[in-house]
């Protein structure tokens, strides 16, 4: 098969070289005084788009009594075996009569890919948008089941970074 | 010499040394931002305001780094070349006079450190022993990379020297002499250097690039080719040293090319006499400004273009910068010898 070769003839102002070099300064000018794309992270932080999968958070009911019925579908879908439940009879009259005595999620060993939510019948667990935490220890990193709730508390306002953003100061429950 | 004149001159050598260095201090700083906002980043920005605690912290981690020798080194060699390097770049600025003369308490001061009468060849001298450092730092590191490093600035230099003498010979020829005050006072008499020879100052400029070693003429560091170049074994604050003296050189070349085609510290349109001493003080501001653009042209010349080829490098400066040079000595003489 044959190759066409492309060449390339200098024009004559090319062979000057300047003009070309006079275009690349301004090329580099134009990018010196665009916008930054890169995020000032402590006084600025990225807001991760909507459906990111960040932290869990475990829902409530309006009433304040927590959604999970302790079924542990979330446990059996886990692929990364990160969620411990222990489940109990719930101490409310009205409602479910289940509720999770114990759950606890290791955030080390979760690899953040949903199926928890898509699993759970009450729509109980879901993953927020958080990815700032961080620990001294592996041990912090096993969130129980108030830390779960907590971050519901924080989370159900709209998103949290915006909101951190716009100068409002919210404390994240794994972080130290 | 008298108390007031001593004083004078200590007064001027500690304004000057304190000026480069502190331009050097801002010129690595900024090198790192002006890079990181052509990249679309910001560049260090968390040490002090502005990030400009940044070269302090830098100079402090370069104090307590350790200092390794290696052991193939020639001990003495290796020792002396950062200060040879050092030591011309820092004391070239000496010539360079900063701003219009000031008087104080009925006598005139030249804002110049010593005001010799060969000063543009005193620079051009300093600076080729400079690059003898260079060339020691590369052979005494017995090692191959920084050897060719050595060499290669010592060729880049001789074939960039001669393009630069050149573009000298142009503007010595129409001030008619060698001191940067004369040079300076001929320019405020008719026009800035660069209106009446441009070819020059284009041949100056690129040669400028090439003695500083900067990009897109840095063979003597390429660190693709040649691992750091002639300061490979170098570490600690015998690197920094190094690295000061670019930086410093760099400073001069851009004052050396202000005096030499723009003015020096003439301000375009206003006759600073009449001012008195705020007239003084606008001109050294002026002179500042002018070396702060060259000294951003630098930064940004170095993001924007890569390293030419080493055949290239030669090419450019025998073939182009050359003839050029000549074309303009010829050029100015056939003017010269037409007006009278």
Not at chain 2, 110 to 124: C, H, K, M, R, S
Not at chain 2, 159 to 185: C, D, K, P, Q, R
Not at chain 2, 192 to 205: D, E, G, H, T, Y
Request: charge should be neutral; glycine fraction near 8%.
């Amino acid at each position: 098969m044959a190759t066409v070769v492309k060449t390339y003839e200098p024009k004559f102002w090319d062979r000057f070289y300047l003009p070309a070099i006079v275009q690349g300064l301004v090329i580099t000018l134009g990018r010196f005084l665009k916008r930054k794309d890169t995020v000032l992270y402590p006084e600025k932080k990225h807001v991760p788009p909507p459906g990111y999968r960040g932290l869990h958070r475990l829902n409530k009911h309006d009433d304040g009594r927590i959604k999970c019925v302790a079924c542990e579908m979330c446990q059996t879908a886990c692929p990364a075996h990160c969620i411990d439940i222990e489940p109990s009879i719930a101490p409310w009259e009205e409602g479910e009569e289940r509720y999770p005595v114990k759950f606890e999620i290791d955030l080390l060993r979760c690899i953040y890919c949903g199926f928890c939510e898509i699993a759970c019948p009450k729509d109980a667990i879901e993953l927020t948008e958080i990815y700032d935490f961080a620990a001294y220890t592996r041990d912090d990193l096993v969130i129980e089941m108030e830390g779960l709730l907590k971050v519901f508390d924080i989370t159900k306002d709209g998103n949290v970074y915006d909101r951190q953003n716009r100068g409002e100061s919210i404390e994240l429950p794994v972080t130290r | 010499m008298d108390t007031f004149e001593i004083l004078v001159a200590l007064i001027k050598v500690v304004a000057v040394f304190v000026a480069v260095i502190l331009a050097v201090m801002v010129m690595t700083l900024a090198e790192r931002r002006v890079a990181g906002f052509i990249q679309y980043r910001h560049g260090p920005n968390r040490v002090g305001p502005w990030g400009f605690l940044q070269p302090v912290a830098d100079g402090i981690k370069f104090l307590l780094k350790e200092d390794i020798i290696p052991a193939n080194v020639n001990l003495p060699i290796y020792l002396l070349a950062p200060a040879i390097t050092m030591i011309p770049a820092l004391t070239t600025f000496a010539v360079i006079p900063f701003g219009a003369p000031l008087e104080v308490a009925g006598r005139t001061v030249q804002l110049q450190v010593a005001n010799i009468n060969i000063g543009l060849l005193y620079i051009l001298a300093l600076t080729s022993v400079g690059v003898y450092g260079l060339v020691l730092a590369g052979w005494s590191s017995g090692s191959k990379y920084p050897l060719l490093g050595g060499l290669r600035s010592s060729a880049q230099l001789i074939s960039y020297e001669l393009a630069m003498g050149l573009a000298i010979i142009g503007v010595v020829m129409v001030s008619g002499g060698l001191t940067f005050n004369e040079i300076i006072a001929h320019q405020q008499a008719t026009s800035w250097n660069f209106w009446k020879q441009p070819i020059a100052a284009l041949v100056f400029l690129v040669a400028m690039y090439a003695e500083t070693n900067r990009l897109p003429f840095d063979l003597t560091e390429a660190e693709q080719e040649l691992v750091g170049g002639y300061h490979t074994e170098y570490s600690s604050f015998k690197f920094a040293m190094f690295f000061l003296s670019e930086y410093a050189n760099m400073v001069t070349a851009s004052a050396f090319m202000v005096c030499l085609f723009f003015g020096g510290w003439d301000i375009p349109f206003v006759d600073e006499t009449q001012m008195g001493a705020w007239g003084v003080v606008l001109s050294v501001l002026v002179f500042i400004a002018k070396i702060g653009f060259f000294l951003f042209l630098y930064i940004w010349v170095r993001w924007t273009f890569p390293r030419f080829r080493y055949d290239q490098l030669m090419r450019l400066g025998w073939k182009v910068l050359l003839p050029l040079g000549l074309v303009n000595i010829f050029l100015v003489g056939l003017w010269m010898a037409l007006k009278v």
